[in-house]
């Protein structure tokens, strides 16, 4: 094989190369291109219903509310309405409802004078934290009863490393 007809790419310009010879010559520029083809009518985006199904009622009167539109992409029929939860969880009762609880677990744990005792003191708040944080969420504000979950969560949690890190000495804090 020869590499007489071979340029390499570094140096353009030193003819063409002996594999191209026989190649057709390039288009003169865009506008030699044919024209596109006309594209065909598209199909219609929504279902339309047959004469004998009653058309569907305006959403003002779905007892719902709001009413989302449909993407277009699938039609799954009439739109549906937006549900929103009515007493939405904010950021300040659920604040108040950890700083609250976590004042409690921390009283709790400084009536105990040693360890056996913080625990069970520990676990018995945590109990009646959670205890009020059902009846809240059943019956007052869920963002104070989520804070009062999490923080009594949290105080449990760290007796529960108290226990085992006792227990890994040798020492069963709970009986």
């Known amino acids: 094989m020869s590499e007489a007809g071979w340029t390499a790419p570094d140096q353009p ?3 063409t ?3 191209a010879s026989d190649w057709p010559a390039p288009p003169a520029g865009p506008g030699s291109l044919p024209p596109a083809p006309a594209s065909p009518p598209r199909p219609p985006t929504r279902i339309t219903l047959p004469p004998h199904i009653p058309p569907v009622p305006p959403p003002a009167t779905w007892s719902g509310g709001a009413v989302r539109a449909t993407s277009g992409l699938i039609s799954s029929g009439p739109p549906r309405p937006i549900f929103r939860e009515p007493l ?3 950021l300040g009762p659920l604040a108040a ?4 609880a976590a004042l409690w677990m921390l009283l709790f744990g400084l009536l105990a004078t040693t360890a056996r005792g913080y625990v069970w003191l520990t676990f018995g708040a945590g109990v009646a934290a959670w205890l009020s944080a059902a009846v809240l969420s059943r019956f007052g504000d869920r963002g ?3 804070g ?6 949290i105080g449990v949690a760290v007796a529960g490393i108290v226990v085992t890190v006792r227990w890994i000495g040798g020492n069963w804090l709970l009986w």
């Open 13 to 15: 310009g030193r003819g």
């Open 17 to 19: 190369p002996s594999y």
């Open 148 to 153: 009062i979950a999490v923080s009594a969560a």
């Open 144 to 146: 104070v009863a989520v």
């Open 97 to 100: 409802g950890a700083a609250s």
């Open 88 to 90: 939405p969880v904010r």
